[in-house]
């Protein structure tokens, strides 16, 4: 599990300190997150979803950007997204090392044992709390991807037999994607 560390009261600008270590350190609210590199399987969906959702995305003018890229919503608060979608005009245009996280269309999260309760808590309501649009979490184990849509109370669950229906423009036909067949890559 992502381990809180002490009280750590700094800003997202100290995670710039930290030397390079394979750990993915992040900050919600001045408390400091570390967790351990992700698994081969957890890398290979992360490939599988960006292969899926980057032709659809830039035929959109979305970017679709992998970890790891840091993602700001306060000087106070920086994670770090398994992979993300946001405006590719506003993506090439960045100076920084990191994105704003008021710029997300999409956040997906691919949970590890280390990182699920961090995930599925904290990141998901920061996430929503910042008006990111969707919010995917992927339970490899189980096979099942939850969609939290901003505004919405409850997420829909949905299992390797459905189809995902991402459609981030309401003009442009959704993207489907085959669960079955996602999940399927990682056998």
């Given at each position: 599990?992502?381990q809180?560390a002490?009280?750590?009261?700094?800003t997202?600008?100290?995670?710039?300190?930290?030397?390079?270590?394979?750990?993915?350190?992040?900050?919600?609210?001045?408390e400091?997150?570390?967790?351990?590199?992700?698994?081969?399987?957890?890398q290979l969906?992360?490939?599988?979803?960006?292969?899926?959702?980057?032709?659809?995305?830039?035929?959109?003018?979305?970017?679709?950007?992998?970890?790891?890229?840091?993602?700001r919503?306060?000087?106070l608060?920086?994670?770090?997204?398994?992979l993300?979608a946001?405006?590719?005009?506003?993506?090439?245009?960045?100076?920084?090392?990191?994105?704003?996280?008021?710029?997300?269309?999409l956040?997906?999260?691919?949970l590890?044992?280390?990182?699920?309760?961090?995930?599925?808590?904290?990141?998901?309501?920061?996430?929503?709390?910042?008006?990111?649009?969707?919010?995917?979490?992927?339970d490899?184990?189980?096979?099942?991807?939850?969609?939290?849509?901003?505004?919405?109370?409850d997420?829909?669950?949905?299992?390797?037999?459905d189809?995902?229906?991402?459609?981030?423009?309401?003009?442009?036909?959704?993207?489907?994607?085959?669960?079955?067949?996602?999940?399927?890559?990682?056998?």
């Amino acid at each position: 599990m992502a381990q809180r560390a002490q009280a750590w009261p700094r800003t997202a600008d100290d995670l710039d300190d930290i030397p390079p270590d394979g750990k993915r350190y992040e900050i919600i609210d001045g408390e400091l997150y570390v967790s351990a590199a992700p698994s081969i399987r957890h890398q290979l969906m992360l490939c599988a979803l960006s292969a899926t959702l980057r032709p659809y995305a830039a035929s959109l003018g979305l970017a679709i950007l992998t970890a790891p890229l840091d993602v700001r919503a306060s000087s106070l608060t920086q994670v770090e997204p398994d992979l993300l979608a946001l405006p590719r005009a506003l993506a090439v245009g960045l100076l920084t090392r990191w994105a704003p996280m008021s710029a997300l269309v999409l956040a997906i999260e691919v949970l590890s044992p280390s990182t699920a309760t961090v995930d599925r808590g904290r990141k998901r309501e920061l996430y929503m709390a910042e008006g990111v649009d969707q919010y995917w979490i992927v339970d490899l184990s189980a096979q099942t991807i939850e969609v939290w849509a901003a505004g919405a109370d409850d997420p829909v669950a949905l299992t390797a037999a459905d189809v995902l229906r991402w459609q981030p423009v309401a003009s442009v036909a959704p993207l489907g994607i085959d669960l079955g067949a996602l999940f399927g890559e990682l056998v």
